[in-house]
């Protein structure tokens, strides 16, 4: 009976179901293999996902730590920029008090003295004219009123503030640390 299922039919069949057993079992390891290898990249994919959003993180922390650095910086320059400014408006103002009391005393001592044109000096000699009473007033020269003088006087004080108040500000630098105590 063995030799009857073994005719050339039979064999073929044996061998055809033999070759579709392989070809299952190869498809059986084939299928192992890449669901091993689709679970390494799902892990790799949730891995960089992670990863990436790890970095969307950072990105955001560091961001609102610089945010925060320049706010500080930007307080810290504003508050050396005020104390400049107040510095310099009290250093302009004592300076503008005091000229403005010379001024004033220049104004009552003159005043004592404007009848006698050569400040009391004595006696006119008599070779000199008696217009030529100094240095300041010399054949061709005109003195400014005392008004004009002190106007003068005070804007150039002034500048000079101003100029200062300049070179203070720009000494500021807004984006240096804050100073560790």
């Known amino acids: 009976m063995m030799l009857r299922l073994l ?12 070759a579709l057993l392989a070809l299952l079992l190869f498809a059986k390891a084939e299928t192992r293999h890449w669901r091993k290898q689709s ?10 996902q992670a990863a990436g959003a790890q970095t969307v993180a950072n990105y955001r ?5 610089a945010r925060a650095a320049d706010a500080a910086a930007t307080e810290r320059a504003r508050g050396e920029q005020d104390a400049i400014n107040e510095r310099t408006a009290n250093d302009y103002e004592m300076r503008l008090a005091a000229v403005r009391d010379r001024a004033e005393r220049l104004r009552s001592e003159t005043g004592a003295t404007a009848t006698d ?4 000096a004595g006696a006119a000699v008599p070779a000199l004219p008696a217009t030529a009473c100094g240095a300041a007033q010399a054949a061709g020269q005109k003195r400014f009123p005392d ?3 002190l106007t ?4 150039a004080l002034q500048l000079d503030e101003l100029i200062r108040w300049v070179k203070a500000q720009a000494g500021v630098d807004p984006n240096a640390p804050k100073p560790q105590p």
């Open 39 to 48: 679970g390494q990249y799902e892990q790799l994919y949730r891995a960089e």
């Open 117 to 120: 044109p050569c400040g009391g």
């Open 61 to 65: 922390a560091a961001a609102e730590t």
């Open 152 to 155: 003068a006087t005070e804007q």
């Open 147 to 149: 008004a004009d003088r």
């Open 7 to 18: 005719n050339v039919q039979g064999v073929a069949g044996i061998a055809a179901a033999l």
